[in-house]
């Protein structure tokens, strides 16, 4: 699975399906770390791609005069 071939909202309800299912507890062993490492795939193409929407932002404040860097992250 490419970063390029899947869209973040594809792979976030993918990431939630395989959550729920890992929940129900249902699920023989084997194929709960098949869920578990396809889970971790999907949850690195979604930072990944939250990572370059934010490098996008940052790119576009810049171009407007505003130096201060984008940060998606809430502030606490």
Do not use: W
């Amino acid at each position: 699975m490419k970063n390029e071939e899947i869209s973040f909202e594809e792979a976030m309800d993918k990431l939630e399906a395989i959550v729920s299912k890992l929940e129900e507890g249902d699920v023989p062993l084997e194929k709960a770390i098949n869920y578990y490492q396809d889970g971790m795939n999907l949850s690195k193409i979604c930072g990944d791609k939250l990572k370059q929407v934010q490098e996008k932002m940052t790119q576009i404040m810049n171009e407007q005069g505003e130096l201060e860097p984008f940060d998606l992250q809430e502030e606490e």
